[in-house]
């Protein structure tokens, strides 16, 4: 507030107002008076109170502004200053006096300060008595009104933070008013309405229209086992006096009044969780992976702590016997608990029921079942004293445990936990968690039908591919097979070397379409029939065709099939080729030839002959046969993958082993798609 000296000069005084403070609304005289009662010091506030300029107050009596004496001497006025100068700070009601000539009360504020050279000024502030009255009664009301009121009160800064509350509303929320200051809003209110309620609030703190006596349910956070319907009403906050921008709010539990409301919250919670259930488990056919996304899908919303085991059974076929210990295997565990709820949960593997275990009620009903953590549930259930021990340590206080039934045989088991400081499962939680093992239990199902399907292909894959090839001193050979990615495993890629009579070598490299058990048999059948017409030592042509009858009568749809035989003596190669990717040659001088002379249609079409084509090999050259999961992938085409293995033959031309290693590891990608097969065999003449 600016002040006037004597002289005409302005500068700041000791006080002055902000834009927006309480002394806008509450007018303010500041005025100073010298050792001699002289006005010295004379601001904006003061002249509006009293009707002075600062021309006509400075450097006069400051006897003129109260009304009980002459413009000269007034007891008011040196009451005051001399109780400013010797009390440090005084207050009190006087009557003042307008300039014209209108008497009214006042409220001063008088204290001593030191002026420019060490004078001593009495500092004075005067307000309307009636100002000041009406503002007191606000600010009482208004501090009645937070401390008395039995509606909830608050205010939220524009994040939505907590600001100021009533104890109306701590109490409403089981927390204390300082545990919610400077906390978010949905920290302290949990929802289960996708977002809708913060988003209201949001618009609101933006300055749009009123919220009035909306109905929401939630739970508060410091009474995590009581849903409530509240009635909320939500206004912005428009600045004045100073106050802050956000949002103001009243809200008053009308739960007995909107028991129909909890309920649809409480279904909405529970479908919300299956929903997103049924989003985040079985993404993928890895049992392990399943059950964690099981567990992580139930946390924290619906428990503390869960795990899932599966049923070691010596047969799946044989029933249940309720009289003998069941044996589970845990793959999946977690906890939001502190230890020793942690060690609890991930601190073994196998785990042994013994009978008349609250699993063995499961069992026998086939449904999920509660349970009570107490003495009679841990001599019950748990047979090793140290896990009884860390259970009854570890906070849970209740468990719910649901089994995991597909095709009608028990798969495994589920169970869930809640600590103290939540309700205990209910009859709706005991559905729920039969829900959630329903469907996790399909998804763990078809995961280990996958696997063991899987299991099986591999195998017979393994069966089935050469354990040892033919050698022979004029053909070197470094062959490698690679699978692809887990959900393309097992393929039909397949490989051989022959020996021949007189020293000839035969190479063989094939493709069945298609990935799985079908396509290993089919692998396996074209293989071994290969190698039998092999031994008849007929034309390359011939054979193909041979094979391409055989894959129409066993309903082989597509497969292809590259032939080659090398003989040391001239040093030629016949070949054909069944739609295969043509082979490459790398001459000694470091050239790459394509021999693509013959390519065929691919055996079980039909109806197409084939034909044998020849070419003289240099000695020491490299033949590079293989399959298109070499130089086939996604975003890059089959010309280019071709370009880049010619490339990669230039670039390593010494011994085979590294070279195939190294041709592998910069044309495939990681992890592979597709089942790849690489042989280089080096030729040379004999003498």
Known sequence: MPSALPGGEETHGPFWSEPGAMLEHVPVAVFGMDEADLVCHWGPGARDLFGYESAAVLSRPGALLFADGPRSASDACARLAERGRTLGYWRGRLTARHRDGRDFECGFRAFSMRGAGGRSVVMVLASRSDELDRVKTNL?????????????????????????????????????????????????????????????????????????????????????????????????????????????GLLVDVTDREQAILEATASRRRLSLLDGA????????????????????????????????????????????????????????????????????????????????????????????????????????????????????????????????????????????????????????????????????????????????????????????????????????????????????????????????????????????????????AMGRLRITTKALAGHDGDPADLLAELDACAQETGIE??????????????????????????????????????DEVLGVPLGVGGFPFRTAETELPANATLALYTDGLIEARGRDIDTGLEALRVELRRSPGPLEPMADHILTTLLPTPPTDDTVLVLARVHRAP
Request: with cysteine; proline share 7%.
């Open 140 to 248: 009482a009301f208004l501090d009645a009104l937070f401390e008395t009121c039995p509606i909830g009160l608050v205010m939220l800064d524009p994040d939505l933070r907590y600001v100021h509350l009533n104890q109306a509303l701590a109490d409403m929320d089981g927390l204390p008013i300082a545990s919610h200051l400077g906390r978010p809003v949905d920290e302290i209110m949990i929802m289960s309405d996708g977002g809708e309620f913060r988003g209201m609030l949001r618009a609101v703190a933006l300055g749009g229209p009123p919220v009035v006596g909306m109905l929401v349910g939630m739970r508060p956070r410091g009474h995590p086992d009581r849903d409530q319907v509240r009635s909320v009403s939500f206004f912005p906050l428009s600045r004045a006096a100073g106050s802050r921008p956000g949002v103001g």
């Open 278 to 521: 049924s989003t985040r488990i079985g993404t993928t056919l890895d049992v392990n992976l399943t059950a964690r996304e099981l567990v992580d899908a139930s946390m924290p919303d619906f428990c503390d702590g869960a795990v899932v085991e599966v049923v070691e059974w010596m047969d799946e076929s044989a029933e249940f016997d309720p009289a003998l210990p069941l044996i589970t295997r845990r793959i999946a565990s977690g906890t939001i608990l502190p230890p020793p709820a942690t060690e609890l949960v991930s601190g073994v593997e196998t785990v042994r029921y013994p009978p008349g275990s609250v699993i063995h009620d499961m069992l026998r009903s086939g449904r999920a079942v509660s349970a009570v953590v107490n003495e009679q549930f841990l001599a019950r259930t748990v047979l090793i004293e140290s896990r009884a021990r860390l259970l009854a340590e570890s906070g849970l206080a209740c468990v719910l445990v649901a089994p995991l039934i597909a095709r009608g045989t028990v798969q495994g088991i589920a169970m869930f936990g809640r600590s103290a400081d939540r309700p205990a499962f209910t009859e709706d939680d005991v559905s729920l968690a039969g829900e959630l093992a329903s469907r996790a239990a399909i998804c763990l199902d078809n995961a280990r039908l996958y696997s063991r399907v899987q299991n099986i292909a591999l195998t017979l894959q393994r069966a089935l591919l050469p354990s040892a090839l033919a050698t022979s001193p004029y053909v070197e050979v470094a062959h490698r097979y690679i699978p692809g990615s887990r959900i393309t495993e097992v393929g039909g890629d397949w490989y051989d070397v022959i020996g021949l009579p007189d020293g000839r070598v035969a190479l063989v490299v094939g493709d069945v379409m298609g990935h799985g058990v079908s396509a290993a048999a």
């Open 558 to 595: 597509l497969a292809t099939c590259l032939y080659l035989v090398y003989d040391p003596k001239s040093g030629r190669a016949r070949m054909a080729s069944a739609g295969h990717p043509p082979p490459l040659l790398l001459r000694p001088d470091g050239t790459v030839e394509t021999l």
